[in-house]
């Protein structure tokens, strides 16, 4: 496929000698870069300046996140909506310098279709290759290379195979520590009736249960029933426990609940999940904080050890993680662990998109 017009070889014919259009965009120009890690979308935006001056300026991370989404959330709509984007997209601002990226190659910003997110375990493996590939890291290592990455929950580390010219899969993360914030938790869920969830912290806060407590399969019922359910759990979930986050308020929110098979005690098997998060939005992968969640909340309940892998399947793809804990330790007054989660991450490609001043959708829209 031609990136640019050059003439009429193609058999398309016309403008012979000239580039493709827009030649003259009379807004913003955003470039990006596109990937994808078990079939979720991560746009990549290298460069926003906006968030570059703010770091420049000494703001921590977290800070950046609130000036971002008061101040330059139009960035977030006209690239996750449509008609650039799509009621699944994910993106990423990536950060260097200052204080938000302290101690590491890069920070990110996380971005979905309803605002910003405090973690994001697929986009922080493909933001490791990316971040070897794009020269962030001044003297990567073979066979694999340490990518220190800081976000809004902390910092992590992604490991990324490298050959000397360019990164390679699986990647692997450690991430921050992660808990058990609630086990067998009574909630009342308009519905369904009363259900038992567990509540897990993998750099984000998420509500585990059964499908089979809601009369449903993570394997066969439609997709749309899992995300009604999942969401008015969600729901239920926030009116009636309240968060606390060891560190910061900021993070004190539920980002949403993972359906899952009930397959919890340790097994060689896949076990199949599916998460819904945000304004219902569906993460195509088996979602990388989601299992790092999971995991703690596992180990806390004595139904793995540390280095027992697990392998985790997305109910939407099929496409598969691992993790395993590979270390005590503590957050606050929670017992945490560090957990190992492993994926593969693919580039699918670039774009160059154009936010015409006329246009009164520029911004984008939301149709879910």
């Known amino acids: ?10 058999g398309v014919g016309g403008g012979a000698g000239r580039a493709l259009p827009p030649h003259s965009p009379s807004g913003a120009v955003l470039q990006t870069v596109e990937m994808h890690t078990g079939g979720e979308p991560l746009r990549i935006i290298p460069r926003l300046e906006a968030a570059e001056r703010a770091a420049a ?31 699944g997209m994910y993106g990423a601002v990536v950060v260097r310098g200052g204080a938000a990226a302290e101690g590491a190659h890069l920070a990110a910003l996380f971005l979905h279709c309803a605002g910003y997110s405090a973690m994001c375990g697929h986009a922080v493996m493909a933001l490791g290759r990316f971040a070897l590939d794009y020269g962030l890291v001044p003297e990567p290592t073979r066979p ?22 360019r990164s390679g899969n699986p990647v692997r993360f450690h991430s921050v520590p992660a808990f058990a914030a609630a086990t067998d938790l009574a909630i009342d869920v308009p519905g369904h009736g009363k259900v038992v969830v567990d509540i897990g912290y993998g750099g984000t806060f998420y509500a585990f249960l059964s499908a089979e407590q809601l009369g449903l399969d993570v394997h066969s019922s439609k997709t749309r029933d899992l995300v009604s359910a999942a ?7 926030k009116k009636q426990f309240k968060l606390h986050h060891p560190e910061s308020e900021d ?19 896949p076990t199949t999940n599916i998460c819904v998060f945000a304004d219902e939005q569906v993460d195509r992968s088996p979602t990388g ?3 790092t969640a999971r995991i703690a909340l596992q180990y806390h309940k004595g139904l793995i050890q540390l280095e027992q892998s697990r392998t985790f399947q997305s109910s939407t793809t099929g496409s598969l993680f691992t993790g395993k804990a590979v270390k005590e330790t ?30 009164p959708l520029k911004h984008g829209f939301f149709l879910k």
């Open 251 to 269: 993070l004190a929110f539920l980002y949403g609940t993972i359906l899952t098979d009930g397959k919890d005690a340790f097994s060689e098997e």
């Open 144 to 165: 694999e290379t340490a990518v220190r990455l800081r976000c809004p929950c902390g910092p992590v580390t992604a490991f990324v195979p490298w050959d000397g010219n």
């Open 289 to 291: 904080s989601g299992v």
């Open 231 to 237: 969401s008015a759990v969600t729901e239920a979930v």
């Open 1 to 10: 496929m031609a990136a640019r017009g050059g003439g009429d070889s193609d």
């Open 330 to 359: 503590k957050f606050g007054n929670y017992k945490a662990v560090i957990v190992e989660v492993s994926g593969e991450a693919f580039y699918t490609g670039t774009a160059t998109f154009t936010v015409e001043e006329e246009d």
């Open 57 to 87: 300026a000494g703001l921590s991370l977290l800070s950046l996140r609130r000036e971002v989404a008061a101040r330059h959330d139009h960035v977030r709509r006209a690239l996750m909506h449509e008609p650039r984007g799509h009621a």
